[in-house]
């Protein structure tokens, strides 16, 4: 009797798993609503989205992983061996710099920070937190503490923050 109840509590449950991922059928990538939010019906994008600029990037990478933008500079790490901060001038289009962090490689997943004055870039299997000079690139401090891989910096008015 328990192996019949044991069977049919089994069954039941497929059965039921199987008829909530049929109704649960989101529109986006392999049906996954946590992992998108691309959905296949939709053809007008809401506002309109249109192309405002296109930028060559110097570098050729393979894949671009995090940008910010900060008073029309834009900081993009690569992912290339090793990890590349390149930094462009929106207003003119041109590459105002590049920085390779030493003993990176692989994905980055590392967001760079930006002030007034400053950029703060780190990489996979680096060294540490490289603070630099925000129009020419130039080390301005090191800060050794390993690879920041998914570890980004937080600015505020007077600080930085970052796990080490």
Same mark, same amino acid.
């Given at each position: 009797?328990?192996?019949?109840?044991?069977?049919?509590?089994?069954?039941?449950?497929?059965?039921?798993?199987?008829?909530?991922?049929?109704?649960?059928?989101?529109?986006?990538?392999?049906?996954?609503?946590?992992?998108?939010?691309?959905?296949?019906?939709?053809?007008?994008?809401? !506002?309109?989205?249109?192309?405002?600029?296109?930028?060559?990037?110097?570098?050729?990478?393979?894949y671009i992983d995090a940008i910010t933008l900060y008073d029309d500079l834009?900081?993009?790490?690569?992912?290339?061996?090793?990890?590349?901060?390149?930094?462009?001038?929106?207003?003119?289009?041109?590459?105002?710099?590049?920085?390779?962090? !030493?003993?990176?490689?692989?994905?980055?997943?590392?967001?760079?920070a930006q002030n007034d004055s400053l950029v703060f870039f780190g990489g996979?299997?680096?060294?540490?937190?490289?603070?630099?000079?925000?129009q020419t690139g130039q080390e301005k401090w090191f800060k050794p503490c390993?690879?920041?891989?998914?570890?980004?910096?937080?600015?505020?008015?007077?600080?930085?923050?970052?796990?080490?």
């Open positions: 009797m328990r192996v019949m109840i044991k069977i049919f509590l089994c069954t039941a449950v497929i059965l039921c798993h199987s008829v909530l991922a049929q109704i649960q059928q989101w529109p986006m990538v392999n049906s996954e609503k946590g992992r998108s939010s691309w959905a296949k019906f939709e053809t007008v994008l809401h !506002p309109p989205l249109q192309e405002a600029a296109s930028y060559q990037v110097k570098s050729s990478p393979a834009l900081c993009m790490t690569l992912d290339e061996d090793p990890n590349i901060l390149e930094v462009l001038d929106l207003l003119t289009g041109d590459t105002l710099w590049t920085f390779k962090a !030493p003993g990176t490689s692989g994905s980055n997943n590392h967001t760079p996979q299997d680096g060294l540490g937190l490289y603070v630099l000079d925000r390993g690879s920041l891989y998914g570890r980004n910096v937080m600015l505020d008015e007077e600080r930085a923050y970052f796990v080490c």
